[in-house]
């Protein structure tokens, strides 16, 4: 019969031994939003303009073509995780700007809630590990008016998040981004109407300018 001998281990000689565990407690998801895509649709044509990680962006239209102008925007929507433990973002909401449509067949992630805003729920079951990214996206349309120019703003923000140890999201300030887009009429048409309003006025002043001098002869 054999017997295994091993020699005696003492912890107080070996104090080099040094066995330390640390516990990963920080859970930290951020969202980026981007434009990534506008597509403008009117009697002219389409034109369609893509951006890289842009979250301002600035399209002019024509006044001839701007009422009933149609104007696609694609949003790109970036769920980071910049903490210690892998997590899920299990709902994403975006709040519907008052002067843009949500499209369901356009959106087929996306589901519009009682509430008015947009929901999205694709990566409730899809761990996102640290330092990875998911990436989702959202379609909204803005059909064109003479008083809707200027800016819309789209803010998303990361509503329900869930990890194996149930801790919470140590910084909700990076849970919510906006993207922005200006539309406006054409700075060139704009110049275009005060030249012709100028070159008017002259023609009308060269105009009394000569009656005035006929009637005083």
């Known amino acids: 019969e054999k017997v295994a001998i091993t020699n005696n281990i003492n912890l107080e000689e070996n104090k080099t031994i040094d066995l330390e565990l640390v516990e990963l407690t920080e859970f930290n998801l951020k969202i980026d939003k981007y434009i990534s895509k506008v597509i ?56 519907l700007p008052a002067d843009m449509k949500f499209h369901s067949e356009l959106n087929t992630q996306w589901y519009a809630g009682e509430d008015g805003n947009l929901y999205n729920a694709s990566l409730a079951t899809t761990a996102i590990k640290p330092g990875e990214t998911k990436t989702i996206r959202l379609v909204l349309l803005k059909t064109m008016t003479k008083n809707n120019t200027g800016t819309t703003s789209n803010i998303a923000e990361i509503s329900e998040t869930m990890n194996i140890k149930e801790y919470a999201d140590i910084d909700l300030k990076d849970n919510q981004s906006k993207a922005e887009i200006i539309v406006n009429v054409a700075t060139g048409t704009i110049i275009t109407y005060i030249i012709a309003i100028m070159n008017s006025v002259v023609i009308i002043s060269i105009g009394m300018y000569m009656i005035k001098k006929k009637v005083i002869k």
């Open 40 to 95: 403008v649709q009117n009697q002219k044509g389409t034109k369609t303009s893509e951006y890289a990680k842009q979250q301002l962006v600035r399209e002019e239209i024509s006044n001839k073509y701007l009422s009933g102008s149609t104007v696609l925007v694609e949003y790109t929507m970036e769920i980071s995780n910049i903490g210690e433990l892998a997590g899920y973002a299990t709902e994403i909401v975006d709040y």
